[in-house]
Nanobody
Framework: VQLVESGGGAVVAGQSLVLTCATSGFSLDEQAYGWFRQAPGKEREGLACITTTDDSPFYSDSAKGRFTISRDKATGRIFLRMNGLTVEDTATYYC?????????????????????WGQGTQVTVSS
């Protein structure tokens, strides 16, 4: 399995970014995908997740209302649209995935639930 993030960069507070995760190599029918971030000196934080079962997103409180996760079924790419960025959103953002034979009831924003991780993409927000 390979996950490759892109779309990070340096922006000014209030601007938006769309992160992309290119995925490949899955061998089982169902996948769950998540976006996480980690700022220096802080724990990795789950932001949003989505599954191939029904594409229903689930957001953490810090992401709700500003971030949107989505999936392109044709290409397998996963997106995270981030609006109204603040300096507190500065972090390395990671795409994560897991796979299973069975449909998901729902996904989780807990890092321990994911087996595969991308290398991360840096987002820096200045005031």
């Amino acid at each position: 399995v390979q996950l490759v993030e892109s779309g990070g960069g340096a922006v000014v507070a209030g601007q938006s970014l769309v992160l992309t995760c290119a995925t490949s190599g899955f061998s089982l029918d169902e996948q769950a995908y998540g976006w996480f971030r980690q700022a220096p000196g802080k724990e990795r934080e789950g932001l949003a997740c989505i599954t191939t079962t029904d594409d229903s997103p689930f957001y953490s409180d810090s992401a709700k209302g500003r971030f949107t996760i989505s999936r392109d079924k044709a290409t397998g790419r996963i997106f995270l649209r981030m609006n109204g960025l603040t300096v507190e959103d500065t972090a390395t953002y990671y795409c994560a995935a897991e796979q299973t034979m069975f449909p998901y009831d729902r996904c989780s924003n807990a890092a321990r639930e994911f087996d595969y991780w991308g290398q991360g993409t840096q987002v820096t927000v200045s005031s």
